[in-house]
């Protein structure tokens, strides 16, 4: 084989690359709000308060909630950004679809350093849940008719792994842009990144059919599971009466919430939780989201190479999927002690094995849409799923400063314990085989 066919081979891992940097910004925008948090600047805008007087105790605990309240907001216009998303793109294509997704959430995240009040942050913040949500649907339709089969889980935990480095490099650089150029440029500088991920997508990016760069041995290799089926799109509301669209939907809805508290509420934690007997202030708080998302990178990629390989190994597709699902699901329990342990080394270890297990999770759950549907309905599955996702994410979040004012943060960390698990017996119910899908005549 020349050295140019081997190039090609190739191919379909650079469209994943792209579906990387698109859910590395993607993520950096949404996770930009949970450190500008940590800010004092911030704290008394939002609050309506005069810089150069100290918050009480009292206040503080308002502005927690008014947080959630907030957090709230992005996460149901996600939920539903994510249904409206999931639609557009399966009538459009993702070329189309996700270059107004990336279009979307980009100018959302710049209009956060250009607001005044926290009801105009709310505001914004509901934008950018609306252009968010076309991420993964994207991702998942992408991977759907690039990748054969057996290569798809571990092709979505790669572009999975993207959601880590984005808030790796939040961590990293948001905090340095607010200490030297104040909050409201953390926005605007992130939020901007996007037109290079726009322009690189709108160049590259055609169907495997289509594409002109892409070698007939890899076009082969990619249909080895059969042509691509029907381009009719399907109504989403039709897919509401198959089990296994709440197989995914459900699941989504139970462990979605955990990964969101993770993202929004963590340097808070960090910054805060009384048991620690070391505290991490704006300077220090990019070290240990370093290691836990660089742990996560690992766990999303590890676990979803881990699928495949079983599938190699002569396993169905619904033993693999599931058995590694299981591991996931427990490698999460231990997270409950991370809320009482006064090291905070510890915890940044029990936090950084669940935080790999749930991308682990997600890359494998969201394999299952295209293991059980075929590719005209992917997205729109995955945008039902992500409306489950969302609408549990918020309801968590709406009551995240509640809980963490009344119980501390021991009751968020028992949820997260056991939900991967009740989320596994859900799917074990619904989707015991995870069968492929017939879709009836007149669900187009």
Not at 98 to 104: D, E, L, R, T, V
Not at 256 to 271: S, V
Request: charged residues 10%.
């Amino acid at each position: 084989m020349s050295a140019a066919t081997t190039q090609l081979g190739r191919f379909r891992w650079r469209i994943c690359a792209l579906l990387f940097v698109g859910t590395t910004l993607n993520y950096i925008d949404r996770n930009v709000f949970s450190f500008t948090m940590l800010d004092e600047t911030f704290r008394h805008q939002m609050m309506g308060l005069p810089l150069d007087v100290p918050m009480t105790a009292e206040q503080m605990a308002e502005f927690r909630e008014k947080m959630s309240h907030l957090d709230a907001i992005f996460k149901y216009c996600y939920a539903f950004g994510f249904l409206l998303a999931g639609w557009v793109i399966d009538r459009v294509g993702v070329r189309r679809g996700y270059a107004i997704s990336i279009g979307g959430w980009s100018l959302a995240g710049i209009l956060h350093g250009l607001v005044h009040t926290a009801t105009g942050m709310g505001f914004a913040r509901g934008l950018l849940g609306v252009g968010e949500a076309g991420n993964f649907p994207a991702a998942v339709k992408t991977v759907s008719e690039w990748f054969p089969r057996k290569e798809r889980s571990f092709a979505t935990g790669i572009f999975n792994a993207g959601a880590n480095v984005g808030i790796i490099l939040t961590a990293i650089c948001v905090p340095f842009i607010i200490a030297h150029f104040g909050w409201r440029w953390s926005f605007i500088i992130t939020g901007a990144l996007g037109a290079f991920a726009l322009v690189w997508w709108l160049a590259s990016y055609h169907s495997p059919e289509n594409h002109p760069k892409l070698s007939r041995e890899e076009l082969a290799h990619i249909r080895q599971d059969g042509p691509p089926d029907a381009t009719t799109p399907v109504k989403w509301r039709t897919l509401i009466g198959y089990r296994a669209t709440w197989a995914f939907a459900i699941p989504k809805f139970m462990t979605d919430a955990i990964w969101w508290f993770y993202l929004t509420w963590l340097p808070t934690f960090f910054n805060s939780n009384p048991a620690f007997t070391t505290k991490l202030d704006l300077k220090q708080i990019g070290i240990p989201f370093l290691i836990i998302y660089l742990i996560s990178d690992f766990g999303s990629i590890f676990f979803g190479w881990l699928s495949s390989r079983f599938i190699g190994m002569g396993w169905s597709v619904n033993k693999a999927r599931k058995v590694t699902m299981l591991i996931c699901a427990l490698c999460v329990v231990p997270i409950v002690f991370a809320s009482v342990t006064s090291n905070i080394v510890l915890a940044i270890a029990l936090i950084a094995l669940a935080t790999a297990a749930h991308q682990g999770w997600s890359a494998n759950l969201f394999t299952t849409v295209s293991d059980q549907f075929p590719q005209r309905a992917v997205a729109s599955v995955v945008g039902f799923g992500g409306l489950m996702g969302g609408l549990g994410g918020g309801l968590l979040a709406a009551n995240v400063g509640f809980l963490i004012n009344t119980g501390g943060y021991l009751p968020l960390f028992l949820i997260a314990g056991l939900a991967y698990l009740l989320a596994l017996g859900v799917i074990q119910i619904l989707s015991p085989r995870l069968a492929t899908v017939k879709l009836n005549p007149e669900a187009a």
